[in-house]
């Protein structure tokens, strides 16, 4: 059995409950559950983002720089594996200049790197691919 309530309404909110029993073919008693039950649900929801919603942003920044982070290495390695499969020639352990050049081509590949990363930055939706 249901407990019976007894609610005072506005004549106007109780004449907008009439039409609109009538029209629905359901109670009363059914259209104010309804309502009250979309209203409880909604401040639920409410309670919900004040108890997590800080914590869910901070989540949001934490997922925000790892996918950087894997921009970041993913971008390294298309550069890595592009300079070693079309520019990086092999070269003997003994060879100082070769050396030296190997250097050079590793100081050109950061700022490749980073020249990318800053243009993927600047245009968001990119993903950081170029």
Same mark, same amino acid.
């Given at each position: 059995?249901?407990?019976?309530?007894?609610?005072?309404?506005?004549?106007?909110?109780?004449?907008?409950?009439?039409?609109?029993?009538?029209?629905?073919?359901?109670?009363?008693?059914?259209?104010?559950?309804?309502?009250?039950?979309?209203?409880?649900?909604?401040?639920?929801?409410?309670?919900?983002?004040?108890?997590? !919603?800080? &914590? #869910?942003? %901070?989540?949001?920044?934490?997922? *925000? +720089?790892?996918? $950087?982070?894997?921009?970041?290495?993913?971008?390294?390695?298309?550069?890595?594996?592009?300079?070693?499969?079309?520019?990086?020639?092999?070269?003997?352990?003994?060879?100082?200049?070769?050396?030296?050049?190997?250097?050079?081509?590793?100081?050109?590949?950061?700022?490749?790197? !980073?020249? &990318? #990363?800053? %243009?993927?930055?600047?245009?968001? *939706? +990119?993903?950081? $691919?170029?």
């Amino acid at each position: 059995m249901r407990p019976r309530h007894n609610l005072y309404l506005e004549p106007k909110l109780s004449k907008q409950l009439d039409e609109l029993a009538r029209r629905s073919n359901a109670t009363k008693s059914a259209i104010v559950c309804a309502a009250l039950n979309d209203y409880f649900r909604r401040r639920a929801g409410h309670e919900l983002d004040e108890m997590f !919603g800080t &914590r #869910l942003d %901070r989540i949001g920044g934490h997922v *925000g +720089r790892l996918q $950087r982070d894997v921009e970041v290495l993913l971008e390294s390695l298309s550069l890595l594996v592009l300079h070693q499969l079309t520019v990086g020639p092999g070269f003997g352990a003994g060879d100082a200049a070769a050396h030296a050049l190997g250097e050079q081509g590793f100081d050109r590949f950061i700022t490749e790197v !980073g020249r &990318r #990363l800053a %243009r993927a930055e600047k245009a968001p *939706g +990119r993903g950081g $691919r170029p």
